[in-house]
T-cell receptor, first 113, second 114 residues
Framework: DAKTTQPPSMDCAEGRAANLPCNHS???????VYWYRQIHSQGPQYIIH???NNETNEMASLIITEDRKSSTLILPHATLRDTAVYYC??????????????FGQGTTLQVKP | DAGITQSPRYKITETGRQVTLMCHQT?????MFWYRQDLGHGLRLIYY???????DKGEVPDGYVVSRSKTENFPLTLESATRSQTSVYFC?????????????FGQGTRLTVV
């Protein structure tokens, strides 16, 4: 399973863009990068995912490097409600092909007024 | 309402008791998962199921039993609860097998074993 590495914590000023990095140097060609977040002990919430192209939705943008070894989640205008733990996950596609989501420790993003 | 629901939301039980946590989804998703979350450990996969009557172990399956007699339900049973199983439990479902589908999580069950 491809592993991910994220900084344990980050701060961001309200209204500014939050850029959350993730390293996944062992990612395989058919594995997707997913981002979830968890707000204060609620269930994790899906944000965005991508394979190799940059992706954007109403919540965020995902920038994946050309070699796919790292990615950045961008929250364009962070609000206090974006304070959460953000998880970068590589969706496994091992021999059992179950597509399990294996969570790491994530990045705690603190948005400050 | 459509979605994935867990019950109960909170549960206190005694050591040695059997307790079952329920998970129900209304989408008819094939894949369902159980995670536990403890301080300092993040979310760890306990068991998962690819379809009715098909289940498999995750990272931390010891002390837990699951069943999947119907697609929409995926109960998690602690056969003899221990204090180390005090945790927040999350259920999730995926639409399909491929890596291009997102998971939906329930609100969690906070279990305390005394």
């Amino acid at each position: 399973d491809a592993k991910t590495t994220q900084p344990p914590s980050m701060d961001c000023a309200e209204g500014r863009a939050a850029n959350l990095p993730c390293n996944h140097s062992t990612i395989s060609g058919n594995e997707y990068v997913y981002w979830y977040r968890q707000i204060h002990s609620q269930g994790p919430q899906y944000i965005i995912h991508g394979l190799k192209n940059n992706e954007t939705n109403e919540m965020a943008s995902l920038i994946i490097t050309e070699d796919r070894k790292s990615s950045t989640l961008i929250l364009p205008h962070a609000t206090l409600r974006d304070t959460a733990v953000y998880y970068c996950i590589v969706r496994t596609s091992g021999s059992s092909n179950t597509g399990k989501l294996i969570f790491g420790q994530g990045t705690t993003l603190q948005v400050k007024p | 309402d459509a979605g994935i629901t867990q019950s109960p939301r909170y549960k206190i039980t005694e050591t040695g008791r059997q307790v079952t946590l329920m998970c129900h989804q209304t989408w008819s998703h094939s894949y369902m998962f159980w995670y536990r979350q403890d301080l300092g450990h993040g979310l760890r996969l306990i068991y998962y199921s690819a379809a009715a009557d098909i289940t498999d172990k995750g990272e931390v399956p010891d002390g837990y039993v699951v069943s999947r007699s119907k697609t929409e339900n995926f109960p998690l049973t602690l056969e003899s609860a221990t204090r180390s199983q005090t945790s927040v439990y999350f259920c999730a479902s995926f639409r399909g097998l491929g890596p291009n589908t997102e998971a939906f999580f329930g609100q969690g069950t906070r279990l305390t074993v005394v």
